[in-house]
T-cell receptor, first 112, second 112 residues
């Protein structure tokens, strides 16, 4: 089993719908992150969490919210999806600091 | 904010050739990381660099942390078809909570 698991792997949703992407990890790491990948733009940080009670905005948090339900679970929500949120979304974890991140396999989201 | 410029954007090479790609920043970084992303997968860490001037190898891969702390390069020697993928550099700067900033990626294709 993967250390960082994302569900669903693929999702098509309609504009205006609420959608949640889930991430769970078995690495025992405190730190979890959500990134968005768009062609030619690399990975951009949406939100990050250093522990269950700590949530921080990244560089592109508008239109997104997160919930850290437990050390092992970090979910990303789009309250009202719009087409320009169509992208590949990655969850990642790290043990401490920012030196190394372990990524999930990604969720491909399409908003029509 | 801090930005990373990664080049080239894409490469199409013959099997057996050596490959070189680099990242430059307008500001100083304390850590440089190189990741590879296979199609349909999340990025996987290849090499981590923590000191200016550091030169580190991982099999056929070699990466260096530039002396100025504003650049890094990755070399792949004797390329093989499984080297195909997207290579990302990522840097961690100082004075900004240490967020990882990613380059735009270099897409590598290898012709057998």
């Amino acid at each position: 089993d993967a250390d960082v698991t994302q569900t669903p792997r693929n999702r098509i949703t309609k504009t205006g719908k609420r959608i949640m992407l889930e991430c769970s990890q078995t690495k025992g790491h405190d730190r979890m992150y959500w990134y968005r990948q768009d062609p030619g733009l690399g990975l951009r940080l949406i939100y990050y969490s250093f522990d269950v009670k700590d949530i921080n905005k990244g560089e592109i948090s508008d239109g997104y919210s997160v919930s850290r339900q437990a050390q092992a679970k970090f979910s990303l929500s789009l309250e009202s999806a719009i087409p320009n949120q169509t992208a590949l979304y990655f969850c990642a974890t790290s043990e401490g600091g920012w030196t190394e991140a372990f990524f999930g396999q990604g969720t491909r989201l399409t908003v029509v | 904010g801090q930005q990373l410029n990664q080049s080239p954007q894409s490469m199409f090479i013959q099997e057996g050739e050596d490959v070189s790609m680099n990242c430059t920043s307008s500001s100083i970084f304390n850590t440089w990381l190189w990741y590879k992303q296979d199609p349909g997968e999340g990025p996987v860490l290849l090499i981590a660099l923590y000191k200016a001037g550091e030169l580190t190898s991982n099999g056929r891969l070699t990466a260096q942390f530039g002396i100025t702390r504003k650049d890094s390069f990755l070399n792949i020697s004797a390329s093989i078809p499984s080297d195909v993928g997207i290579y990302f550099c990522a840097g961690r700067g100082s004075g900004n909570t240490g967020k990882l900033i990613f380059g735009q990626g270099t897409t590598l294709q290898v012709k057998p």
